[in-house]
């Protein structure tokens, strides 16, 4: 099974992929710092600079073979959504969410996975997800703290799990709340999404209460990490994708993948 991974950072979600049995064959990456990192874990992939210029052909002209590509994944730009900023979403000039899908539609891989911040499920996430099932997905959306892969931290991160209509076999775990022969409309999606958030809330909070209360008490947020003046590596570190976070559902997408082909 192959994949693309766009924002790819340090590769945290690469990383994830190959615990899984995933190769990635395509980065998309355009900090400096972040490319070195790539370039020297995975110094056989090529890396492009620009999500706003990465197309098929451009993947073609590299050596990527685009019919194989199975898995498209990516933790978009989090500033337009995160409650430590602005919050202006389409407004942002770092919304790049239109470029994801515009990639998803020209090279129409089976899985789409998504990574943001908590902040994207009040603004922003209807949106993907209506333009996921505008172009041919069936989504579901999941909260993953990263306390629950044993984090001494919360980082709740929103993990949106898309899977191509085209395909033959329809996955169950998509279909809960359609209904058949009908088609949802964009509010009654949304109220889907949130009566999935309410329900899962209370059962996140109960996961990780005990975490907090070991953070408090942790020595690593009132010592030194060694690591402050090197600030491009702090900064890719806190943009990273925690790869034990989504491994879960990059395991369970290559299972599926194996038991199909």
Same mark, same amino acid.
């Given at each position: ?10 590769? /945290? ?7 899984? /049995? ?21 110094? $056989? ?10 197309? @098929? ?24 959504? $995160? ?30 996975? /998504? ?11 209807? *949106? ?43 996955? *169950? ?6 209904? @058949? ?10 109220? $889907? $999404? ?68």
């Amino acid at each position: 099974m192959k994949s693309i991974e766009l924002f790819a950072g340090i590769g /945290g979600i690469a990383l994830a992929a190959e615990w899984a /049995g995933i190769e990635t064959v395509a980065l998309c990456e355009r900090d400096p710092f972040c490319q070195q990192v790539l370039n020297k874990h995975w110094p $056989s992939v090529p890396i492009f600079d620009d999500i706003c210029t990465l197309n @098929k052909q451009a993947l073609e002209e590299r050596g990527v073979d685009v019919g194989t590509i199975e898995l498209i994944s990516g933790g978009y730009p989090c500033q337009p959504f $995160s409650v430590a900023g602005e919050r202006k979403g389409e407004d942002d000039d770092r919304h790049l969410w239109p470029e994801v899908k515009r990639l998803l539609q020209e090279i129409q891989p089976t899985w789409f996975v /998504g990574e943001n911040v908590a902040g994207h499920i009040t603004l922003g996430l209807d *949106t993907v997800l209506f333009d996921l099932e505008s172009i041919g997905y069936t989504w579901q959306p999941f909260i993953i703290p990263a306390c629950a892969v044993n984090a001494p931290h919360r980082r709740d991160r929103v993990f949106i799990v898309a899977y191509s209509d085209s395909k033959s076999r329809s996955l *169950t775990i998509f279909n809960r709340d359609r209904k @058949k022969g009908k088609s949802r409309n964009k509010k009654e999606k949304v109220r $889907s $999404s949130n009566r999935f958030f309410a329900e899962m809330g209370p059962k996140i909070d109960s996961d990780v209460r005990g975490w907090e209360t070991e953070l408090a008490k942790s020595r690593l947020v009132r010592s030194d990490d060694g690591i402050p003046y090197l600030v491009d590596r702090l900064r890719s570190l806190g943009n990273a994708v925690v790869p034990q976070q989504i491994y879960p559902i990059l395991k369970f997408i290559k299972q599926i993948n194996d038991m199909e082909t």
